[in-house]
């Protein structure tokens, strides 16, 4: 649907992306597609036109499979098989101590996708509808936690505030959460530590300590002001 304006989403990004000195001279979508198909082989047989006849195309899309390839890897794969590399185990530099003696380590759950943009918005809420701290029930005894009480989870890069769980899913000194929902936004907790061979953020293994909170903390606060004038502004 097109806003009250007249134009569509794609028309806003090209006006935004000039406005901010990068410039788009694109006349409509398909000119898009046109520049993605000359420039990734793999995408070289789609365009818009076909996308509208045929509803989607399963890439790779070119002269050999001009309308895609439903089954990528036949026979074998594209590289061959995969390659393990023997890497250095280097430990982390986070550590526990009297400050943050618990270590925090987040994931995901079955019912969600990565942080939950999608299926946030689908009926799997139900199963998953907010981010929860999993910890053992001694730490949550030396702590005065009960169950479903708000906690303050701090490390030395953040804070933030959700409800506890009681379980002895995790070990004595560990404790987990998931990273779907922006109101928790997990991550503000880890650090900036990263493995040196990929890259990969250190998520699994962050000092924290975990004490009974009356709510939300302010950044949270603020967030859902925000969250809430945006949905405001959207639905006029």
């Known amino acids: 649907m097109a806003p009250k304006n007249g134009k569509e989403d794609w028309e806003i990004t090209v006006d935004l992306s000039n406005a901010l000195g990068y410039p788009m001279r694109y006349g409509h979508p398909s000119g898009i597609m046109d520049e993605i198909a000359r420039l990734t082989p793999g995408f070289a047989g ?25 089954i990528m890897h036949i026979g074998g ?23 943050f003696p618990l270590l925090l380590t987040t994931g995901r759950i079955l019912s969600q996708y990565n942080v939950g943009a999608q299926t946030r918005r689908t009926a799997n809420t139900v199963w998953h509808p907010e981010d929860l701290l999993e910890i053992h029930p001694h730490d949550a005894e030396q702590r005065g936690i009960q169950e479903g009480s708000w906690v303050k989870l701090v490390s ?17 000194g560990v404790v987990y959460t998931t990273f779907h929902h922006p109101t928790t936004q997990a991550n503000v907790v ?47």
């Not at 789609?46 to 439903?70: F, H, I, R």
């Not at 009974?212 to 925000?226: A, I, M, T």
């Open 46 to 70: 789609v365009s818009y036109e076909k996308l509208e006849a045929m509803g989607s195309v399963q890439w790779p899309c070119n002269d050999k499979a001009p309308e895609g390839t439903p």
């Open 77 to 99: 794969f594209v590289r061959g098989k995969g390659k393990f590399v023997i890497t250095e185990y280097v430990a982390t530099d986070e550590r526990t101590g009297p400050r």
């Open 156 to 172: 030395r890069a953040g804070e933030t505030s959700l409800r506890a769980t009681i379980t002895d899913r995790v070990a004595p």
């Open 190 to 236: 880890t650090t900036d530590n990263s493995d040196w061979a990929t890259n990969c953020p250190e998520y699994k293994v962050t000092a924290v300590q975990v004490s009974p909170s009356n709510g939300p903390v302010d950044w949270q606060e603020s967030y859902r002001q925000l969250a809430e004038r945006s949905r405001r502004i959207e639905a006029t």
